[in-house]
């Protein structure tokens, strides 16, 4: 794994003194704007056996140049220097991901401070590039703990920190197709269909206990809509889903939902059970004044659907009665 961690940095800090040769050359007006597609076609021709030489891939090195660029000290010394990851003072995530992540990262990311962010998240979490350009296109850093919740009440520290940065807002469940008024069995059904890409919009902890999880409580049945245990948390967190607008009242179900957890299904070694209400969408005053006096740890996020037909496509397309009376003419 070192020498594969070792290879790689050999691999960008080549791709990294490419892309300052060319911006250097260019931007003194040594070299013109085409010298890259002959550039490219040179090193191909004396490198057959190296790939990654391409054009494209070219500008690329010289737009990761750009994005860490060295001081007027470092640039002096760069062709002779011997530490030169340490002189191109590259994040430390930068240094270990793989030259595609950070492709993903340069195209999709302008600002350095989101840059590194995703950066680094990338590095902890192990995303591969795929997960990478999700995450990035879901606009996860803008979503992460900005969840209303009463954490910071009902948790003591580290745990109400670590829990308020699970929670997000909004979720995105853009992989279902449900109708924009899906009732709520349609919504949980779709989810753990999907579980892999609900688990990964959930983020990185959850694993998956059941599905309308039943609680026998004074004699009588009550079923959990989606439970759930965070490893890191070290607790089980229940989640309600609503089809519609938060109501004050979903807090108080939740509390007793997770009073019953508390009681029948933690372990002595648990941490309190965390509620997340998953909510169509939500007035943050009526949420606040939900949570003010609760007890229990609990989070109020909204959630996005993927309507199942763009509006502008509604009407070009034959209805269900079009369809069947075509079938039962074929007949």
């Known amino acids: 794994m070192r020498a594969g961690i070792a290879a790689n940095q050999e691999l960008l800090l080549l791709y990294y003194g490419i892309g300052f040769d060319l911006h250097t050359r260019l931007e003194t007006g040594a070299w013109g704007t085409g010298i890259v597609n002959r550039l490219a076609e040179d090193l191909h021709r004396g490198f057959p056996e190296m790939e990654g030489f391409s054009p494209r891939n070219l500008r690329r090195m010289r737009a990761f140049y750009r994005a860490y660029p060295l001081d007027e000290q470092s ?32 195209e999709k990311c302008k600002d350095p401070v989101e840059r590194d962010w995703y950066a680094q998240a ?20 803008k979503r992460q703990g900005k969840a209303q919740t009463n954490f910071k009440r009902t948790l003591p520290p580290p745990q109400s920190d670590l829990a308020q940065q699970v929670v997000k ?51 009588q049945d009550f079923y959990i809509d989606l439970l759930f245990y965070h490893l890191r948390l070290r607790c089980y967190v229940v989640i309600e889903l609503k089809a519609g607008a938060f109501k004050p009242e979903y807090a108080g179900k939740m509390n007793f939902y997770l009073s019953a957890v508390d009681d029948q299904l933690r372990h002595k070694d648990d941490h309190p059970s965390v509620g997340i209400i998953l909510c169509k969408s939500k007035n943050r005053l009526i949420a606040e004044y939900a949570l003010r006096d609760t007890h229990k740890p609990i989070g109020v996020s909204a959630y996005k659907l993927t309507k199942a037909l763009p509006e502008k496509l509604k009407g070009t397309l034959p209805t269900i009665k079009d369809l069947e009376a075509e079938l039962g003419n074929e007949k």
């Open 75 to 106: 640039r002096a010394i760069w062709p002779r220097a011997v530490a030169k990851l340490e002189l191109a003072k590259w994040p430390r995530a930068v240094a270990k991901l793989t030259w595609g992540h950070n492709v993903i990262l340069l």
């Open 122 to 141: 990338a590095l902890e979490h192990g995303w591969s590039r795929d997960i990478l350009v999700i995450q990035l296109e879901s606009e996860l850093r």
């Open 169 to 219: 807002d909004p979720y995105t469940f853009d992989f279902l197709t449900s109708a924009g008024n899906a009732r709520e069995r349609e919504i949980e059904q779709g989810l753990v269909e999907h579980i892999q890409r609900f688990l990964l919009e959930l983020g990185v902890g959850f694993a998956f206990v059941g599905r309308q999880v039943h609680m026998d409580v004074g004699d």
